[in-house]
């Protein structure tokens, strides 16, 4: 029996606020694709018939505005239609990436009080708490066709609630409001950055992740979105391929996996060059040059994005030029800036400080928080009258703060204002670090490794050296003795995301303390990361390695700075990630003339498993040229 959507009135609209996202959506040509993945494809009218069916079926269970709907699904078309059902239902999403492992998948559905878990339908679900599970086919499956009339909501309705690191060793959900992302979609606009009628842009980021919101919100406008999968978007030339054969107008993607692909990309940009959005992580010096120098020759454009989850994705936009160095741009209308010394007064033009922001899209708190939300989010007593844009200005944002009930959000970012409002990142004020476009919190890895069985003490950095790259770097204390590396990394690995876990372990006696008692982490020593390499087998290992081998181990080697591999090292194991990865792969094709897909990493990550898919990579090729 077909349920009927309830109504809601709607709030009266502030003075200038935009169109809701979902009448946006109304909007859009019932013909025009609106997501591609894989082999599907649907249209606009296809998409909102399906959102419809799935809104219907959530009313039926009682779901509707402030409900909170947890979309345990991949990248894929059911999640685009269960996360515009679930908006269309007036209800908020929750999502919790299937490849998250299963205690925080659980976590994370009790935690935000889900009332309802959408599921792939093969297991892999959070299966704690009470929230019942339902797999997505069930929701969308055909039936009546229905209008499309989603449930009127109120400006400040819950959208959706998104998880990041925590400082207290718990991840924190954000809450964000309906009118913030509808508004964060005007400001990409109003930027210059979404702009092209029926553009095509590819879904790059995890859904647990804000940038993902920055990339859904484009079909609101009637742009069509393109799911790019795991493999894919894990492997710069099968990226780099996916770019030109779907004719990509956007992509967004962190600096560290923006670099790789640029060598790959087509020597001009055509009728419609590619839009890079690059964020997440700061863009280094010889970056910005490469990107500019780019644009000037038209292969692509680049806009620099900064912003917490908190203030909805996006809070300052820079376009990347051929000359100048790095900065985070100008502030996006929905937001106003403040740069603030510790008594909180403004600092002038030239000065840093730390970055505040205010205003519409400033979030509503910290889900079951109200400490942690009142620490973070402050009374802006300067009020929302301040002029927009200004770095030593101010905003508002609804709840009880300043004048007129605005509040400010802390970011914790040190910023120096430049010329014209421009801002440039200066680094953190506090544990928190981005690495490899990831927000995480030093405190809740720390939290996660102390808690391993036979751990004492812990203290966890991120490095600027790691394998050649910024990595963390675990130092740890025995309660009874050493404990293992290996037992170290399973413990984390079935507690955190695979990009939470260290790089490097390294066992310390006692820790270096300042006069107060406190871990000097200053005087920590330096990970060692490389020397000669020592493939086992030789010098008294236990087994020989294979000419093969002994090429993949010094290979191996020079990517990960491991002195000593064996056949049955695994490369993850050895502190080995996705960026590693694409490296491990550009040498492979540089020291064997094998094109080696990423994707093979993974699915050989011992050493004696990838030479033998290597040999038969290259016996393939030599049959071939016969």
């Not at 025995?478 to 984390?492: K, M, N």
Request: aromatic fraction near 4%; include cysteine.
């Amino acid at each position: 029996m077909t349920a009927v959507l309830p109504e809601r009135a709607r709030l009266h609209p502030a003075p200038g606020a935009v169109p809701d996202l979902l009448e946006r959506l109304a909007q859009a040509p019932a013909g025009r694709t609106a997501v591609v993945a894989g082999g599907d494809e649907l249209t606009f009218g296809a998409l909102r018939a399906r959102a419809m069916r799935f809104a219907d079926r959530l009313a039926a269970r009682g779901i509707g505005p402030e409900s909170v709907v947890a979309l345990c699904l991949p990248r894929g078309a059911d999640l685009v239609v269960a996360l515009i059902g679930t908006l269309t239902a007036g209800a908020a999403y929750l999502p919790v990436d299937p490849k998250l492992p299963a205690e925080r998948r659980r976590y994370l559905v009790e935690d935000a009080g889900a009332d309802l878990v959408v599921t792939a339908g093969k297991g892999g679900g959070p299966t704690a708490g009470g929230a019942p599970h339902l797999p997505v086919a069930e929701l969308s499956a055909p039936g009546p066709e229905l209008p499309y009339v989603p449930v009127a909501v109120g400006s400040d309705t819950l959208a959706y609630v998104i998880y990041t690191s925590g400082s207290t060793g718990r991840p924190k959900g954000v809450e964000i409001g309906r009118a913030a992302v509808s508004a964060l979609l005007a400001e990409l606009e109003d930027a210059g950055i979404a702009v092209t009628d029926g553009g095509r842009v590819g879904w790059n980021a995890s859904p647990s992740f804000d940038a993902s919101v920055q990339q859904w919100v484009r079909l609101c406008r009637g742009d069509t979105l393109v799911m790019i999968d795991e493999d894919t978007r894990a492997d710069p030339a099968l990226l780099a391929r996916f770019v030109d054969e779907q004719a990509l107008t956007d992509l967004d993607i962190t600096p560290s996996h923006a670099e790789p692909l640029l060598d790959l990309l087509g020597a001009d940009g055509g009728p419609r060059p590619l839009t890079l959005l690059v964020g997440g992580e700061a863009v280094s010096p010889a970056l910005w040059r490469r990107l500019g120098a780019l644009g000037a020759r038209g292969v692509l454009r680049t806009v620099n994005l900064y912003g917490p989850t908190e203030c909805t994705v996006d809070a300052t936009a820079g376009w990347i030029g051929p000359d100048g160095e790095p900065h985070i741009g100008r502030v996006l209308p929905g937001l106003r800036t403040r740069v603030l010394d510790a008594a909180l007064n403004p600092v002038p033009e030239g000065g840093s400080g730390e970055l505040y922001l205010a205003g519409p899209r400033v979030g509503r708190g910290y889900r079951g928080r109200p400490a942690l939300t009142a620490e973070r989010f402050l009374p802006d007593r300067a009020g929302p009258d301040e002029a927009d844009g200004d770095a030593g200005g101010a905003g508002g944002a609804g709840g009880a703060g300043g004048a007129g009930g605005a509040r400010m959000y802390r970011t914790g970012d040190l910023v120096r204002v430049l010329p014209e409002g421009r801002l440039a990142y200066l680094g953190r004020a506090d544990g928190q670090v981005k690495l490899r476009g990831h927000r995480i919190e030093l405190r809740e890895v720390e939290a996660a490794l102390a808690a391993t069985p036979g751990v004492a003490e812990a203290v966890v950095v991120l490095h600027p050296e790691v394998h050649g790259a910024p990595g963390l770097v675990a130092y740890h204390r025995g309660s009874g003795g050493a404990v293992a590396e290996a037992d170290l990394r399973a413990h984390l690995g079935s507690a955190l995301p695979a990009y939470m876990v260290p790089a490097l372990f390294v066992a310390m006696d006692r820790f270096p303390t300042t006069v107060n008692g406190k871990v000097d982490r200053a005087a920590l020593p330096a990970p060692v990361t490389a020397g000669p390499v020592v493939p086992a087998g030789e010098d008294g290992g236990p087994d020989g390695l294979s000419a093969s081998q002994q090429l993949i181990a010094k290979v191996w080697a020079t990517v990960l700075g491991a002195p000593r591999i064996g056949p049955d090292d695994n490369f993850f194991k050895l502190g080995g990630h996705s960026l590693l990865a694409i490296k491990l792969v550009s040498r492979v094709r540089a020291e064997l003339g094998v094109a080696l897909p990423v994707k093979a990493v993974y699915a050989n990550p011992r050493l004696r498993d990838l030479a033998a898919h290597i040999d038969t990579l290259v016996a393939a090729t030599a049959s071939q040229d016969r």
